[in-house]
């Protein structure tokens, strides 16, 4: 059955400390991993896609990397508004669902 | 439109009736998803749709769950005889072309059955 589990639960930060954010998926056929950023009370928001092992992608204080088995989500002198939660998923061979992870609850405290 | 609008952004309703969530997708965006959050836990799919294909009916979790799309514009969810359990935030998404393109989500439609 496919997989994607998000490590650590929860992640409290000092504002400035780098850490990073994992997500591993067991599933056959990658055809695409996506992360997205969810504040309370609202929908999910796109941040990256990642198709193949090697690829990363940057946005402000955010890298997104990719291996065969997991990805990192990279948060580099984060800031208060950082705090969220983010949510890790993939497509895989012919289905059309997108499988979620339960996410990581990020705070970064001032 | 900008993004994926759906509505209503609350709704309370009583044990045994029926409910609609609306969905209107980004202009253009071919595939269209629902998903059910409940407090605290991941998102559960439900429905896909991509074009005028039949859709994916697999993550409807009973018979009294049904959802419907025109074209590739509106969509909408239907819950009948609502039950305590379906308490939960619905959310839709689309995406231009569907499978391996990323989703878009809406704001959500926070369901409390009472």
């Known amino acids: 059955e496919d997989q994607v589990t998000q490590s650590p639960e929860a992640l409290r930060l000092q504002e400035g400390e780098s850490s990073s954010l994992n997500c591993s998926y067991t599933?056959?056929?990658?055809?695409?991993l996506f992360w997205y950023r969810q504040d309370p009370g609202k929908g999910p928001e796109f941040l990256f896609t990642?198709?193949?092992a090697g690829e990363e992608k940057e946005k402000e204080r955010l890298k997104a990397t990719l291996t065969k088995k997991e990805s990192f989500l990279h948060i580099t002198a984060p800031k208060p508004e950082d705090s969220a939660t983010y949510l890790c998923?993939?497509?895989?061979?012919?289905?059309?669902?997108?499988?979620f992870g339960t996410g990581t609850s990020l705070t970064v405290i001032p | 439109g900008a993004g994926v609008s759906q509505s209503p952004s609350n709704k309370v309703t009583e044990k045994g009736k029926d409910v609609e969530l609306r969905c209107d997708p980004i202009?253009?965006?071919?595939?269209l998803y629902w998903y059910r959050q409940r407090l605290g836990q991941g998102l559960e799919f439900l429905i896909y749709?991509?074009?005028?294909?039949?859709?994916?009916k697999s993550g409807l979790p009973s018979d009294r769950f049904s959802a419907e799309r025109t074209g590739e514009s509106v969509s909408t969810l239907t819950i009948q005889r609502t039950q305590q359990e379906d308490s939960a935030v619905y959310l839709c998404?689309?995406?231009?072309?569907?499978?391996?393109?990323?989703?878009?989500f809406g704001q959500g439609t926070r369901l409390t059955v009472v």
């Open positions: 990642l198709y193949s």
């Open positions: 998923a993939v497509q895989a061979g012919t289905g059309n669902q997108f499988y």
């Open positions: 202009s253009g965006h071919t595939a």
């Open positions: 599933v056959s056929g990658l055809r695409g």
């Open positions: 749709f991509q074009g005028n294909s039949a859709p994916d």
């Open positions: 998404a689309s995406s231009l072309v569907g499978r391996g393109t990323e989703a878009f």
